[in-house]
């Protein structure tokens, strides 16, 4: 078993232990009519910051990467993007009390990870989970410096090192299947240097993207830097099961 070193958001999923039940063609892809999206309940509503309008702040917008477990339960969030900080509380605050019925894989609960992103105005917030890659320039302006983005790996003084990691599991059954091939997981490496939100890929094999995401959650870098400063940047890795 070996796999590459190379490190560059959006929907993925989790997946279980439950995978390796699933015959080869079923795990290796997943039919659109096989997938049932996770339904979200968005109440409470979220709030427009007090502390920004009385300052006369009218408008902003946050990106909340999310982490649901099979049971629906939110097992991690995290604040990607925001034109302010007050923003990116006000989103996790409602998200933490929303309601989630998790996404099913052939009538099975499975974990998942997405983006909601909020845009927030005096007359209401709208949400949506539609990823994106910036905010406007002139949306940055606005807040004089007080806007956040998850990193790319060029926007680094350095690529981060990793300082602790774990070779992925690959059962002898899957190998004695001929089950092999190379999956990429998504990531993200926070200011700490831990792995955050590890997602797989529903047009790769299920039962490796697994194994692969069971062991990056034990990886650890280096805290990435930009500027000299701690920063949350964008990853990924390639494993090939060979």
Not at 37 to 44: C, H, Q, R, S, V
Not at 62 to 82: F, I, R
Not at 100 to 117: H, K, Q, S, Y
Not at 159 to 169: D, F, G, R
Request: hydrophobic content about 45%; overall charge neutral; charged content about 20%.
């Amino acid at each position: 078993m070996k796999f590459s070193s190379l490190l560059a958001l959006s929907f993925g999923l989790i997946f279980g232990a439950a995978t390796f039940g699933a015959t080869s063609a079923d795990a290796s892809a997943v039919s659109v009519t096989a997938w049932q999206t996770a339904k979200i309940t968005e109440d409470p509503a979220p709030i427009f910051p007090s502390k920004l309008l009385r300052i006369g702040v009218t408008r902003g917008k946050a990106q909340v990467t999310v982490s649901v477990d099979a049971n629906g339960q939110l097992t991690d969030a995290l604040v990607v993007e925001y034109t302010d900080p007050e923003f990116g509380t006000a989103a996790v605050t409602a998200i933490r009390q929303w309601r989630i019925i998790p996404a099913r894989l052939r009538g099975e609960a499975v974990g998942t990870t997405f983006d909601f992103v909020f845009n927030f105005s005096a007359s209401g917030v709208v949400v949506t989970t539609d990823s994106v890659d910036y905010f406007p320039t002139y949306m940055r302006s606005i807040f004089d410096g007080h806007s956040f983005q998850a990193c790319t790996m060029q926007d680094l003084d350095r690529i981060p090192t990793p300082i602790s990691t774990t070779i992925p599991a690959y059962p002898k059954q899957l190998a004695a299947q001929g089950i092999k091939g190379a999956v990429t997981i998504d990531f993200y490496i926070d200011q700490t240097g831990a792995v955050r939100m590890p997602t797989g890929s529903r047009d790769e094999d299920l039962r490796l993207s697994s194994l692969a995401i069971a062991a990056i959650r034990q990886w650890k870098f280096e805290p990435p830097m930009s500027h000299g400063r701690p920063a949350l940047v964008r990853a990924k890795q390639l494993f090939n099961f060979n």
